[in-house]
C-alpha cells in the first residue's frame, strides 16, 4: 500500500522494522516500487542491501527490475555487471531478463549488445522482437528494423505498429508505411491512439498533410500523443495559424497539455514566423498551463527570435543559459544572418561547453568563409585537425525497394 502511495520511507521502515519475517516478495516490492516512483538509485541501493542478506538471492523479477533501473539511469558498466550475474545463473536464460536486458543496452546507446542478447535468446517473445525492433530505431538502424520486421515470427501487436511505423518514419519509406496501416485496418487496431498518432507523424513527414489530418479527424480516441503530432504536422507544413488553433481546441477537450505539446507549438511558431504569437505562449506556458519550460523550450524561442533577425533579443535571453542547444541555435541565426561578431562570441562559448562538437567549428569556419576571412576560416579548419575531429559525411536516402 505505501509503495503504491509513493511513501517510499514508511515502505523501508516497515521493511527495516520486519527484517525477521521479510521474504524475497517483500524485497521486490520495495525495489519495484522505487523503480515505479522514479527512485532508480535507490532501488538500485535496495537491491544491494538485498544481496548482503545470507538467506535471499534475486530472482528473475529482481533482476528486471534493477535492470530497469540501470535503463533509466544509463549506467552500462553496472547493466554489464548485472549481465554478467544473470549469466553465472539459470535466469540467464529467462526471457523476461533477456528482454530487460534489451532494452537496457538500447538505453544505454549499446545496440550490438542488444543484437548479440537477442541473437542467444533461449525463448524469444513478441516482445523480444519489440524491444529489439525498438532499440533499431533508436539508433537510427532503420534499414535493419525494417528487415527484422518483415522476418517478424508472430503476430504483431501495437508496440510491434508502432516501432515500424516509427521506422517509416525515420527513412520517409511511405510505400511500407501505407502496407503497414492496411495492416492496421485488417486487423481492428485503427482506433488505437498511440497508432494514430505514430501514422500522424508518418504522413506528415512523408509530405502527406492531407492524409495526416484525415487520420487525426477519424480518431475515436484522440490522445496527447495524437494531438502533439498533429500541432508538430501543422508546425512542420509552415500552417502555425492552424497549429495555434488545435491547441485551443486540444485545451476545450479537455486533454491533458504536457511540456511536449508546448514543444510542438513553440516548433510551429518559429517555423511560420509567428514570433509575438510564441513568445506568449512560452511566457504563459507555466502561469497560464501549469507546464515548467525546459530546454526545449528555450531553443525555440531562440530559433523563433533567430530566424526573424532579432539576435541581441535572443542573445539576452540565452544569457545565464548553460545549453548547448540553445547556445547552438544561436549560432545557426548567425551563421544564416552573416553576424560574424556575435557568432564568433557564440562559438567561443560553445567550444568550451562541446570542445568535440566538430559542427560548431565548421559553422564559425563557414561565417569567416562569407565575410571574406580566409585566413581565420584556414587557421579554424588547420584547428579541426589537429584536434582530431572529422565532421561526419552527409548522405541522402532514396527508396528503391527491400
Given at each position: 500500500?505505501?509503495?503504491?502511495?509513493?511513501?517510499?520511507?514508511?515502505?523501508?521502515?516497515?521493511l527495516?522494522?520486519?527484517?525477521?519475517?521479510a521474504?524475497i516478495a517483500?524485497?521486490?516490492?520495495?525495489?519495484?516500487?522505487?523503480?515505479?516512483?522514479?527512485?532508480?538509485?535507490?532501488a538500485?541501493?535496495?537491491?544491494?542491501?538485498?544481496?548482503?542478506?545470507?538467506?535471499?538471492?534475486?530472482d528473475?523479477?529482481?533482476?528486471?527490475?534493477?535492470?530497469s533501473?540501470?535503463a533509466?539511469?544509463?549506467?552500462s558498466?553496472?547493466?554489464?555487471?548485472l549481465?554478467?550475474?544473470a549469466?553465472?545463473?539459470?535466469l540467464?536464460?529467462?526471457?523476461?531478463?533477456?528482454n530487460s536486458?534489451?532494452?537496457m543496452?538500447?538505453?544505454?546507446r549499446?545496440?550490438n549488445s542488444?543484437?548479440v542478447v537477442?541473437?542467444f535468446?533461449?525463448?524469444p517473445?513478441?516482445?523480444?522482437?519489440n524491444c529489439l525492433?525498438s532499440a533499431?530505431?533508436?539508433?537510427?538502424?532503420?534499414?535493419?528494423?525494417?528487415?527484422?520486421?518483415?522476418?517478424?515470427?508472430?503476430?504483431?501487436?501495437?508496440?510491434?505498429?508502432?516501432?515500424?511505423?516509427?521506422?517509416?518514419?525515420?527513412?520517409?519509406?511511405?510505400?511500407?508505411g501505407?502496407?503497414?496501416h492496411?495492416?492496421?485496418?485488417?486487423?481492428?487496431m485503427?482506433d488505437?491512439?498511440f497508432?494514430?498518432?505514430?501514422?500522424?507523424?508518418l504522413?506528415?513527414?512523408?509530405?502527406?498533410l492531407?492524409?495526416?489530418l484525415?487520420?487525426?479527424?477519424?480518431?475515436?480516441?484522440k490522445?496527447?500523443s495524437a494531438?502533439?503530432?498533429?500541432?508538430?504536422a501543422?508546425?512542420y507544413?509552415?500552417n502555425?495559424?492552424k497549429a495555434?488553433?488545435?491547441?485551443?481546441?486540444m485545451?476545450?477537450s479537455?486533454?491533458?497539455?504536457?511540456?511536449?505539446t508546448f514543444?510542438s507549438?513553440?516548433?510551429?511558431?518559429?517555423?511560420?514566423?509567428?514570433?509575438?504569437?510564441?513568445?506568449?505562449?512560452?511566457?504563459?506556458?507555466?502561469?497560464?498551463y501549469?507546464?515548467q519550460?525546459e530546454?526545449?523550450?528555450q531553443v525555440?524561442?531562440v530559433?523563433?527570435?533567430g530566424?526573424?533577425?532579432?539576435?541581441?533579443e535572443?542573445?539576452?535571453?540565452?544569457?545565464?543559459?548553460?545549453?548547448?542547444?540553445?547556445?547552438?541555435?544561436?549560432l545557426s541565426?548567425?551563421?544564416?544572418?552573416g553576424?560574424?561578431?556575435?557568432?564568433?562570441?557564440?562559438?567561443?562559448?560553445l567550444f568550451?561547453?562541446?570542445p568535440?562538437?566538430?559542427?560548431y567549428?565548421?559553422?564559425l569556419s563557414?561565417?569567416?568563409?562569407?565575410?571574406?576571412?580566409?585566413?581565420?576560416?584556414?587557421?579554424l579548419?588547420?584547428s579541426?585537425?589537429d584536434?582530431?575531429?572529422?565532421?561526419p559525411?552527409?548522405?541522402?536516402?532514396?527508396?528503391?525497394?527491400?
Amino acid at each position: 500500500m505505501y509503495v503504491n502511495c509513493g511513501d517510499l520511507t514508511a515502505s523501508f521502515s516497515i521493511l527495516h522494522e520486519n527484517s525477521a519475517l521479510a521474504d524475497i516478495a517483500s524485497w521486490n516490492t520495495l525495489i519495484a516500487g522505487c523503480v515505479q516512483c522514479d527512485h532508480f538509485r535507490e532501488a538500485l541501493e535496495t537491491f544491494k542491501l538485498m544481496r548482503q542478506e545470507p538467506p535471499f538471492n534475486y530472482d528473475s523479477i529482481t533482476l528486471v527490475s534493477v535492470l530497469s533501473a540501470c535503463a533509466k539511469l544509463e549506467l552500462s558498466s553496472l547493466g554489464k555487471s548485472l549481465h554478467g550475474l544473470a549469466l553465472k545463473s539459470p535466469l540467464g536464460s529467462d526471457t523476461r531478463v533477456q528482454n530487460s536486458l534489451i532494452t537496457m543496452y538500447d538505453r544505454c546507446r549499446d545496440i550490438n549488445s542488444a543484437r548479440v542478447v537477442f541473437k542467444f535468446c533461449s525463448i524469444p517473445n513478441l516482445c523480444s522482437w519489440n524491444c529489439l525492433i525498438s532499440a533499431l530505431s533508436h539508433s537510427r538502424e532503420s534499414r535493419e528494423a525494417l528487415v527484422l520486421f518483415c522476418h517478424l515470427q508472430f503476430k504483431p501487436n501495437e508496440i510491434t505498429i508502432v516501432g515500424v511505423l516509427s521506422v517509416c518514419t525515420q527513412i520517409g519509406v511511405l510505400r511500407h508505411g501505407k502496407q503497414v496501416h492496411a495492416h492496421v485496418f485488417r486487423t481492428g487496431m485503427q482506433d488505437n491512439s498511440f497508432i494514430s498518432a505514430a501514422l500522424i507523424d508518418l504522413y506528415s513527414n512523408c509530405g502527406r498533410l492531407d492524409t495526416a489530418l484525415q487520420v487525426f479527424r477519424h480518431s475515436e480516441e484522440k490522445s496527447e500523443s495524437a494531438w502533439n503530432s498533429m500541432i508538430s504536422a501543422y508546425g512542420y507544413h509552415g500552417n502555425g495559424e492552424k497549429a495555434i488553433k488545435l491547441f485551443h481546441e486540444m485545451c476545450d477537450s479537455g486533454t491533458r497539455v504536457s511540456k511536449s505539446t508546448f514543444v510542438s507549438l513553440l516548433s510551429a511558431c518559429s517555423h511560420s514566423g509567428l514570433v509575438n504569437q510564441g513568445l506568449w505562449y512560452y511566457e504563459c506556458m507555466l502561469e497560464k498551463y501549469g507546464v515548467q519550460p525546459e530546454t526545449e523550450h528555450q531553443v525555440y524561442v531562440v530559433d523563433m527570435l533567430g530566424r526573424s533577425g532579432r539576435l541581441d533579443e535572443a542573445y539576452e535571453f540565452a544569457k545565464g543559459r548553460d545549453s548547448s542547444g540553445v547556445w547552438g541555435t544561436l549560432l545557426s541565426a548567425c551563421n544564416y544572418h552573416g553576424e560574424l561578431k556575435l557568432g564568433n562570441q557564440i562559438a567561443q562559448r560553445l567550444f568550451q561547453l562541446e570542445p568535440q562538437n566538430v559542427g560548431y567549428y565548421i559553422s564559425l569556419s563557414n561565417m569567416y568563409v562569407a565575410a571574406g576571412s580566409w585566413k581565420d576560416a584556414t587557421d579554424l579548419r588547420q584547428s579541426i585537425q589537429d584536434l582530431g575531429l572529422r565532421k561526419p559525411a552527409g548522405y541522402s536516402l532514396i527508396d528503391v525497394g527491400m
